[in-house]
């Protein structure tokens, strides 16, 4: 057990006191000053005043964290008493005093404040209660390893610590539980968005072909390519008529076939050709147009 309290070994010449090492040593010397009676039970980190109110002792017990000034001290008695400001177990003075304790804090009056609080308003002890053990007394358990466990799994901190981890545990299992619940629900949904999402490629390649298709008309749709279109129309109907003019001319044809499909094909011809240079003149007036912009 001497990990517990470990032998200190000689050091050399001490190092000047930093400066939260003079606020704390300025707090202990007001606490001294406040009250002749105090006793160091370990020097810098804890002490205990005792006091007598209605034949019952009371023992303060005020242990100083590390990084107390900064941090607020942890102010206790022994044995358990209630009052108001102590805490449900009635171990720990809960006073505002305390708990808004600050650097600039007087320590010697505010346990004086806690005195007279406990004169004004007499505490009662609570019967069969436990507290926590003060450093003298861990001394003296020191070889006594099982009753020092014993103390240790009665801590209501490790209760509370073992508490919550149970709570912890069980919220736990019962998200899992809900997880698993949804867990069809949402398999269910994640297979609608993988159908519509397959549904969509189909969509998808369908639009494309047909913006294919629709692009392949426009060109030939376009003034262009009607152009085009009219002038070889226009061309093969003068070709066909030349051809029946020959057939008449070697006698092929009769006067009355020759007149109907020769005027026929040139009338054609020449319809086409009206239209192709009517489109033609169109298209340049577009462009010069267009230009223009």
């Known amino acids: 057990m001497n990990w517990f309290f470990p032998v200190s070994k000689s050091s050399g010449p001490l190092s000047p006191l930093t400066s939260l090492q003079q606020q704390k040593q300025r707090q202990i010397d007001s606490l001294k000053a406040a009250h002749s009676s105090i006793t160091e039970i370990q020097k810098d980190v804890e002490y205990r005043l005792p006091f007598t109110i209605n034949n019952l002792t009371i023992s303060i017990n005020i242990l100083l964290p590390p990084q107390f000034p900064q941090e607020k001290p942890v102010i206790s008695v022994y044995p358990p008493i209630r009052h108001h400001i102590m805490d449900k177990q009635g171990e720990y003075v809960t006073s505002p005093l305390i708990n808004n304790f600050t650097m600039h804090s007087d320590l010697g009056k505010i346990i004086q404040c806690v005195l007279d609080e406990f004169w004004k308003n007499p505490p009662v002890l609570i019967p069969g209660s436990t507290s926590f053990p003060y450093v003298s007394q861990l001394s003296d358990m020191n070889d006594q390893e099982d009753v020092l466990l014993k103390q240790f799994v009665n801590l209501p901190q490790l209760k509370q610590v073992i508490t919550d981890k149970d709570n912890l545990v069980q919220s736990i299992e019962e998200l899992a539980k809900k997880n698993?619940?949804?867990?069809?629900?949402?398999?269910?949904?994640?297979?609608?968005?993988?159908?519509?999402?397959?549904?969509?490629?189909?969509?998808?390649?369908?639009?494309?072909?047909?913006?294919?298709?629709?692009?392949?008309?426009?060109?030939?749709?376009?003034?262009?390519?009607?152009?085009?279109?009219?002038?070889?129309?226009?061309?093969?109907?003068?070709?066909?008529?030349?051809?029946?003019?020959?057939?008449?001319?070697?006698?092929?044809?009769?006067?009355?076939?020759?007149?109907?499909?020769?005027?026929?094909?040139?009338?054609?011809?020449?319809?086409?050709?009206?239209?192709?240079?009517?489109?033609?003149?169109?298209?340049?007036?577009?462009?010069?147009?267009?230009?223009?912009?």
């Open 180 to 293: 698993l619940q949804l867990e069809p629900v949402l398999e269910t949904k994640r297979q609608a968005v993988l159908d519509k999402y397959e549904q969509l490629l189909h969509m998808k390649a369908a639009f494309e072909k047909k913006m294919q298709r629709q692009h392949e008309l426009s060109e030939s749709c376009s003034a262009s390519a009607l152009q085009v279109r009219l002038k070889i129309a226009a061309h093969e109907a003068e070709e066909e008529s030349d051809a029946i003019a020959e057939d008449f001319l070697e006698g092929k044809v009769e006067i009355d076939d020759f007149l109907s499909s020769f005027m026929e094909k040139r009338m054609s011809c020449h319809c086409r050709r009206a239209k192709e240079e009517k489109l033609q003149h169109l298209i340049t007036m577009h462009n010069q147009y267009h230009a223009l912009l």
